[in-house]
């Protein structure tokens, strides 16, 4: 079986007190932590976890980033924080992601994941449970 790597991912999240600074308006560092978490539920749609992929001796980690911020999420928004891979190679992996309140685009990044041996901590070739991504045809 085979995923392709076109669909959109959604994770729903609601804004809370230890989010904000003390105006009620998300930390900036905020957003990479949403954006972290719709990559780690999205590998768990996937039926992977981290856990599962350290003890396979694989880890993932943050290799770039580019992130742009455009409007401010307050207290108690509903957020929704999307992922979407926009590339794979023999190691790394590039993900678009936005975070959005209703329509409004507040931050949107593009982060590259590289595959790293967790022994080494050396890139490695993805593991076999994550060769499953393919590129849609």
Sequence with gaps: MSIPIDQDYRLPLRVYMEDTDAG???YYVNYLKFMERARSEWLRQLGLDQQT?????TQLVVYRLACHYA???RLDDVLEISAHVIDIGRCRMTFEQQV???VEL????????ACLSAERL????????LKIL???S
């Design 24 to 26: 009620g308006i998300v």
């Design 53 to 57: 992929l350290l003890d396979e001796g």
């Design 122 to 129: 050396r890139p490695k070739a993805w593991p076999a449970s």
């Design 134 to 136: 393919t590129r849609a």
């Design 71 to 73: 409007k401010p999420a």
């Design 100 to 102: 959005w309140r209703g």
């Design 106 to 113: 507040l931050c949107s990044a593009t982060v590259e994941i």
